[in-house]
C-alpha cells in the first residue's frame, strides 16, 4: 500500500505560482511511477504530468507544456508540481497519483493509488 497527501494548493492570481507537494508513505515510493491529474467541476479527471522512479522521463499535458514542472525527491518520498502562469482554465482539484509502472504514464488507469487532492483556483 502506498498513501499519498497532496499539499500546496489555493487561491491565486491568474499569471501566478503555485507548488503542489505529494508526500507518500508506505512502500518506496521509488518503485512507483508518479503522476499528477485534475477534475474541474463537471469535467472528467485528466492528466496533467507523470515522472518516472529515476526522473529520467518526464511527460506532460499539452495544455500545460512549458508552464508546469513535475520533480521528485525519493530521498524525502515527496513529489512536487511546479506551475507558473497560471490561468483560470487551470482551476481543479489536483490529485496525485504512483504507479506500478515505474517508466511513468499518462494513463489514468494505470494509477493505483491516489491521493485525497488539493483545490486550485485561478481567478481572473
Known amino acids: 500500500q502506498v498513501q499519498l497527501v497532496e499539499s500546496g494548493g489555493g487561491l491565486v492570481q491568474a499569471g501566478g505560482s503555485l507548488r503542489l507537494s505529494c508526500a507518500t508513505s508506505?512502500?518506496?515510493?521509488?518503485?512507483?511511477?508518479m503522476g499528477w491529474f485534475r477534475q474541474a467541476p463537471g469535467k472528467e479527471r485528466e492528466f496533467v504530468a507523470a515522472?518516472?522512479?529515476?526522473?529520467?522521463?518526464?511527460y506532460y499535458a499539452d495544455s500545460v507544456k512549458g508552464r508546469f514542472t513535475i520533480s521528485r525527491d525519493n530521498a524525502k518520498n515527496t513529489v512536487y508540481l511546479q506551475m507558473h502562469s497560471l490561468k483560470p482554465e487551470d482551476t481543479a482539484v489536483y490529485y496525485c497519483a504512483a504507479s506500478g509502472l515505474r517508466v511513468g504514464t499518462s494513463r489514468l488507469y494505470e494509477y493505483e493509488y491516489w491521493g485525497q487532492g488539493t483545490q486550485v483556483t485561478v481567478s481572473s
Open positions: 508506505g512502500r518506496t515510493s521509488s518503485n512507483y511511477g
Open positions: 515522472i518516472s522512479w529515476s526522473s529520467i522521463n518526464t
